[in-house]
């Protein structure tokens, strides 16, 4: 790629639907939070992230795109084997 294209400052990034995609998964993401590979997420306070969560399903927070990294940090480490240290 040109040094050009590069260096551009102008550039943008764009943003995925996270909020339409967690609505339409709710269950999925419901399952995840709760299940035994999240608990052994130690970085993640499961409880604060669970109470997150509500709130965003319940319209009480504008954001859910904490929420979608959670769940596919949780997905990332089941997948492989993933352990954290507490």
């Given at each position: ?56 399903k ?17 997905r ?11």
């Amino acid at each position: 790629v040109p040094d050009e294209v590069l260096d551009r400052r102008d550039k943008l990034g764009y943003t995925t639907p996270q909020t339409r995609w967690l609505s339409t998964l709710a269950p999925w993401v419901d399952g995840v939070l709760a299940s035994e590979a999240a608990r052994h997420v130690a970085p993640l306070a499961l409880p604060a992230v669970e109470a997150e969560w509500a709130a965003v399903k319940a319209g009480r927070r504008p954001s859910a795109a904490h929420v979608w990294r959670w769940v596919n940090l949780i997905r990332w480490a089941e997948r492989f084997g993933v352990r954290f240290s507490t």
